[in-house]
């Protein structure tokens, strides 16, 4: 009797589906996941995402790091020297064309490939996604997002926020059983059950493994989203690295997080867009019959009105020039305080001069 093929997970997202979560447990988790008998292969977390804009071909990559380049293939060696099951995951692999995408499955031609697809409604991904995106240094409006202008990047667009146009072009080539979609878990859910789902389609024990107990990646409000948008219109054109610890480490995440926060939505008269986006996404893994973990019906809806209230908060045309002025001021005022804790008492241009 012949031994079953290997598997490869192929976790290819979308953003703001609780990826990171997911992927804190990976790593954090790396070595009982090899003596479990997945290998997660690379060097971290950092390397799974320059090989999903390898195998995209994306142009320059050589300066995101001089190892970019070739990152994809780099990962696969390593999982054909592994004879166990392989995970790779990162969310801007579904961003890959249907040419790239039937790629990356036949760079495992003796293998069994699943790919797994982590959901949530649209109206919360694009939501989150386009906050996302200004964190990271765009200032791109919502509207001319919605209009299909790129928010700093493809990985940015509806093309990755769009969950059946994704699974339109990883899946045609795979049988059912090995698409999986894990929706996002709602309010009051087990807080470990995205990860349970998740552990479930690899084949491990869920509860041997460290979960976090606080939130990762918080969000944002809106105001302060709006804030950084425009303070990013100024900035000069920083390298990705610059861009990750300086507007997404340091405003963001630091100065402005710290301000108290009012949650952002989305207009109302995009309801029917969305209701849309999710009706032909319920619809392709009904139809297909996908695994699903988790309440599929929370990407279908009968009311058009519900997509919006599940991304229900604070329109960003609402937020008013003295709100952006006192976020202003106070992330100006958090800054003066930390270049004084860093340089003395006096200003580095001031230095030197009588």
Same mark, same amino acid.
């Given at each position: 009797m012949s031994a079953a093929p290997r598997r490869v997970f192929l976790h290819i997202g979308l953003p703001k589906t609780g990826t990171t979560y997911l992927q804190q447990i990976v790593w954090a988790n790396r070595d009982r996941l090899r003596t479990a008998g997945v290998l997660v292969p690379g060097f971290g977390h950092r390397e799974h995402l320059w090989a999903a804009l390898d195998l995209q071909e994306r142009p320059r990559l050589e300066r995101r790091h001089r190892d970019a380049p070739g990152a994809w293939q780099r990962l696969v060696a390593e999982a054909a020297a592994h004879a166990g099951d392989v995970l790779l995951t990162h969310e801007f692999l579904c961003g890959a064309s249907a040419e790239q995408a039937s790629r990356a499955i036949a760079?495992? /031609? #003796? #293998? !069994?490939v699943h790919v797994v697809v982590t959901a949530r409604d649209a109206a919360s991904v694009v939501s989150a996604g386009w906050q996302e995106s200004v964190k990271n240094g765009s200032s791109v409006d919502l509207d001319s997002v919605m209009d299909g202008k790129a928010a700093g990047g493809p990985e940015f667009s509806m093309r990755t926020w769009d969950l059946a146009g994704v699974l339109e072009r990883w899946t045609p080539d795979l049988p059912s059983g090995q698409v999986h979609v894990l929706v996002m878990p709602g309010p009051g859910a087990p807080p470990d059950l995205h990860w349970r789902h998740f552990a479930q389609v690899l084949g491990v024990d869920p509860d041997a493994y460290d979960v976090p107990t606080e939130s990762v990646n918080p969000a944002l409000g809106i105001v302060q989203i709006e804030t950084l948008r425009l303070v990013n219109r100024h900035l000069p054109s920083y390298s990705a690295h610059d861009r990750g610890v300086w507007i997404r480490g340091y405003l963001a995440e630091d100065l402005?997080? *710290?301000? /108290? *926060? !009012? *949650? +952002? +939505?989305? /207009? !109302?008269h995009y309801r029917v867009r969305f209701a849309e986006l999710d009706r032909a996404a319920t619809r392709i893994i009904t139809e297909r019959g996908f695994e699903v973990l988790g309440d599929l019906s929370s990407l279908g809806v009968d009311d058009a009105s519900e997509p919006v209230r599940r991304a229900g908060g604070r329109e960003p045309g609402t937020v008013s020039a003295e709100e952006l002025l006192e976020s202003a001021a106070r992330l100006v005022a958090d800054i003066v305080a930390d270049v004084r804790a860093s340089t003395g008492d006096v200003p580095p241009r001031l230095r030197g001069k009588p």
């Open positions: 760079s495992f /031609p #003796d #293998d !069994e402005l997080a *710290r301000q /108290p *926060r !009012e *949650r +952002g +939505g989305l /207009p !109302e």
